[in-house]
């Protein structure tokens, strides 16, 4: 399996928002890379979608890839 984890090989974003929608992308990606079925995935979403504690861990691991796609972009030049 060949998936691009940072897509368009950049981190570099106009904006922000387009930082914050860069971040899910990833963080997904990653999901994906890490349970490459479809079916399985597709089973799990139920579980973590009513799992107040697994939603705050999807929330955690986008923030991180916010804050490391914010460092790249040296927080939104002036």
């Not at 387009?18 to 139920?46: F, N, S, Y």
């Not at 979608?49 to 804050?67: K, P, W």
Request: charged residues 20%.
């Amino acid at each position: 399996m060949d998936i691009t984890l940072v897509p368009g090989n950049s981190l570099i974003t106009a904006t922000p928002e387009e930082g914050r929608h860069l971040a899910i992308k990833m963080a997904r990606l990653v999901i994906r890379a890490t349970q490459p079925d479809d079916a399985v995935r597709g089973k799990l979403r139920d579980v973590y979608a009513n799992s107040a504690s697994d939603l705050i861990q999807v929330g955690q691991v986008v923030a991180l890839e916010f804050a490391t796609i914010a460092v790249a972009n040296n927080y939104w030049r002036g």
